[in-house]
Nanobody, 127 residues
Framework: QLQLVESGGGLVQAGGSLRLSCAASRRTFNDYAVGWFRQAPGQEREFVSAISRSGSITLYADSVKGRFTISRDNAKNTVYLQMNSLKPDDSAVYYC????????????????????WGQGTQVTVSS
């Protein structure tokens, strides 16, 4: 079972930046598509961004396009989410999720697509 660990969350002022990391337990992490989701108190977990195995396909929620960038370093078994121009509405617990896919597969915006999840990291953006 793939294990994922998020890090990099914290408290930042509006307009600031954070970089989240999602580290995987397996050397075969490059077989996995990875997604980032977030959940604010009282709200459903929502899609943020996703990346394919090779990194050639990336997806973004409309609310973060142009501000967030997803990337991966398969040699380090890590996926990153660079978050710039943060807003208070970005405050949430951020989760990464993975699923083994074929090489040409696109990642997904659906939570149910992913079968491995991390424990989350808190991001708080103050106004």
């Amino acid at each position: 079972q793939l294990q994922l660990v998020e890090s990099g969350g914290g408290l930042v002022q509006a307009g600031g930046s954070l970089r989240l990391s999602c580290a995987a337990s397996r050397r075969t992490f490059n077989d996995y598509a990875v997604g980032w989701f977030r959940q604010a108190p009282g709200q459903e977990r929502e899609f943020v961004s996703a990346i394919s195995r090779s990194g050639s396909i990336t997806l973004y929620a409309d609310s973060v396009k142009g501000r967030f960038t997803i990337s991966r370093d398969n040699a380090k078994n890590t996926v990153y989410l660079q978050m710039n121009s943060l807003k208070p509405d970005d405050s949430a617990v951020y989760y990464c999720a993975g699923r083994r896919t074929i090489l040409t597969a696109s990642p997904s915006v659906e939570r149910g697509f992913y079968d491995a999840w991390g424990q989350g990291t808190q991001v708080t953006v103050s106004s």
